[in-house]
Each structure stands twice: as structure tokens, then as C-alpha cells.
């Protein structure tokens, strides 16, 4: 639907909102800035927060979503919960088939529409054009509600942690109890991910204790990588949920990573970030936001590679089969770029 309308009294009555964003992690939590200024600017309004199941916990903590909706794969009973309440607007903030086809079973109820760019993406990654606004994602989130007099109030991303959830002095080695780099080896995508031998390289010039993070399916990469170094480095790999290991990356005194969801939540707590990009480019606009709050931030990609961007999103393998967009990074600057953010 049209979002160029008039603008919207703020005052007149109490507003119901639904916002949509299924997935995934890092996604997610680039849409906390829309829901605190739109709660906190609109008067009196409630806010209702759709996500798949699996995703629920990263919203379900957030004091300005008044009720989270999970959607657990059962389309009709997702439908029913909705129908339940009377929305005044929808904030399409994720704006798919599976989303179109939720506001159409909302007639009555204006929808405003995140726009995607994917021309631009395709010019990008196809035809190696770069026609992208110099934009943040989280900035183009916000002209989704324009028309609801609803400004940027510049404190970043959120992320909010219950206390049952924190990570204990016993859950970590003794040694690292004194301050830890946080290193997150996982991702959706292999192409998004610094390979093993890189890890390796990385993990053994790092003078300094290091706490692998990931997902189950980083685990045996993970053990891997800390055999190198027993002592100070220890891999977090699947032991912990996501709320736990957001806590570990609060909780560190740098996060290096990939392009991936623990890097907005890094964000979100606005730690020192070091990211590495391989098949995606901070282009874009999913770069971590600190608000007009900064923290020192460095991001290492390899320059005029022609066949990068690939993907807008990432692959299981490279397509070209060589993958110098990470087997070409220089762990030699990375580590002193380590050693100037921890002094």
C-alpha cells in the first residue's frame, strides 16, 4: 500500500501497531530503533511484534513491544491470535510473499512497507553497479514511519537480557574472568565465514585470552581452533543460548566477526567491533550501528576482487571456487588492529 499519506495525529487516540519481521537474528535487532521511537514518540500506543518462534526471545525482553505473536510454522494459528486483535497499522519491516499475504488477510488495515532495493542488489551483485543509497539499513527502516511524525532519536540498536539468562563466573575458565576477546566463527553462510586456516592464523597471534562463538554446527571448528591454544582460548560453540551468548558478547572487551547476527547485537551494546567480510559488503548497509553513539569500529574486506558481491545473502561454497574474499584477508593487520582497540 501507499505510505506517502498524510501525516498522523499522535494524540487522537491510542494506536494498536503490528510489525513484522520474521527473521533472522541480526535483522531483528536492527529494527529495535523503529520500535523504541515509535513507542516512545507515539502517544499511548500499542505495539505488537510478529517473528518466527525461534527468533521470539530476541523481542520477548523488550519492554517497548507490548505483546510478541510466534509464528511456529502453523499459518492458521498464527492467523487466529492476529485476528484477535484490532490493529489500527501494520509496519512491514521484513516485506516478503509470506508477509504480503499476511496484510492481505488485513484488508481494512493500512500497511506500510519496508522498501528492499532488490533492483539495486541485483545491479549490485549481477552487474557490479553500485546504485545503493549511502544509507544504513536502520535509517531506510525508518521511512517506513514517516508518516507518523517518528524520528531517529540516535541511541542505536537494543538488546535486552533477562537476569536468568546472564552468564555466571563458573560458566567461563578462570582465566578469562579478567577480560576476553570475543571471536564469533559462525554465520548462515560458509561465504560469510572466516575459513579454519585464517582462524587458526588469527587465533594463534592473538596474545590475549579469546572465547570462540557459534552455533552446534561450529562446535567441531571450534575445538579445532582452540587445540592451538588450550590455555587461552576456550570455544563457546553450542554450549549456550542466544541470550547467553549476547551476554558473552556484552561481556567482552572486543567482539571480531563475521557478517552476521552476534555482530548487531554487538552493536547493540556498543562494543569495540573488528568485522571481517567475505561475499557480502558493508554497501549494503547492515554495517554495525552505534546511533550517534560510536565505538571503535574496524571492518576488513579485500578490495577489487571482481566477483565480490556475489550474493546479497551468501552461498554454502564459493562459486568461484577460490574464496579470496577471505583467504585474502591480512591477519597481520587484523592483530594490530586487536592490539590498538585493547590498549
Known amino acids: 500500500m501507499n505510505n506517502n499519506i498524510t501525516s498522523i495525529t499522535k494524540n487522537s487516540s491510542i494506536l494498536t501497531f503490528l510489525i513484522i519481521r520474521f527473521s533472522s537474528i541480526g535483522d531483528i535487532v536492527l529494527t529495535t530503533p523503529v520500535v523504541r521511537c515509535l513507542k ?57 510473499a509470506r508477509t504480503m499475504r499476511l496484510k492481505g488477510m488485513f484488508k481494512n488495515v493500512k500497511a506500510f512497507s519496508f522498501n528492499k532495493i532488490n533492483v539495486q542488489k541485483w545491479m549490485l551483485t549481477a552487474l557490479k553497479i553500485n546504485m545503493l543509497p549511502n544509507k544504513h539499513i536502520v535509517d531506510r527502516y525508518f521511512e517506513t514511519i514517516t508518516s507518523f511524525n517518528v524520528t531517529n532519536d540516535g541511541k542505536g540498536l537494543d538488546y535486552f537480557i533477562p537476569e536468568v539468562d546472564e552468564i555466571k563466573q563458573s560458566d567461563i575458565p578462570s582465566s578469562h574472568l579478567f577480560g576476553y576477546i570475543g ?11 572466516l575459513p579454519l586456516n585464517k582462524l587458526k592464523e588469527l587465533v594463534a597471534k592473538i596474545n590475549y ?3 570462540l562463538m557459534g552455533g552446534k554446527e561450529d562446535q567441531a571448528m571450534g575445538d579445532e581452533i582452540a587445540a592451538i591454544d588450550s590455555g587461552g582460548t576456550y570455544n563457546a560453540c553450542g554450549k549456550f543460548s542466544l541470550n547467553e551468548s549476547a551476554d558473552l558478547v556484552r561481556k567482552a572487551k572486543l567482539i571480531i566477526t563475521n557478517d552476521t547476527g552476534l555482530m548487531h ?49 551468501g552461498y554454502n561454497k564459493c562459486p568461484k571456487k577460490h574464496f579470496n574474499c577471505m583467504q585474502q584477508q591480512n591477519i597481520d593487520s587484523i592483530v594490530e588492529t586487536i592490539k590498538g582497540m585493547i590498549k
Not at 571471536?183 to 565465514?193: E, F, L, R, W, Y
Open 183 to 193: 571471536i564469533v566463527i559462525g554465520a548462515a553462510h560458509n561465504t560469510k565465514k
Open 40 to 96: 516512545n514518540q507515539v502517544a499511548g500506543c500499542k505495539i505488537h511484534y510478529v517473528t518466527k518462534k525461534e527468533y521470539a526471545g530476541i523481542v520477548k525482553n523488550n519492554p517497548y513491544i507490548d505483546k510478541v505473536i510466534e509464528y511456529d510454522g502453523d499459518w492458521d494459528i498464527m492467523m487466529r491470535e492476529l485476528k484477535t486483535f484490532n490493529y489500527d497499522y501494520i509496519i512491514d519491516l521484513h516485506h516478503n
Open 265 to 313: 547485537i554487538a552493536a547493540a551494546f556498543k562494543k569495540p567491533i573488528i568485522s571481517i567480510w567475505g561475499n557480502t559488503v558493508p554497501s549494503f548497509g547492515m554495517t554495525p550501528y552505534y546511533g550517534t553513539m560510536q565505538a571503535p569500529n574496524a571492518m576488513f574486506q579485500v578490495e577489487n576482487l571482481k566477483c565480490r558481491p556475489c550474493t546479497k545473502i
Open 209 to 211: 585470552p579469546v572465547i
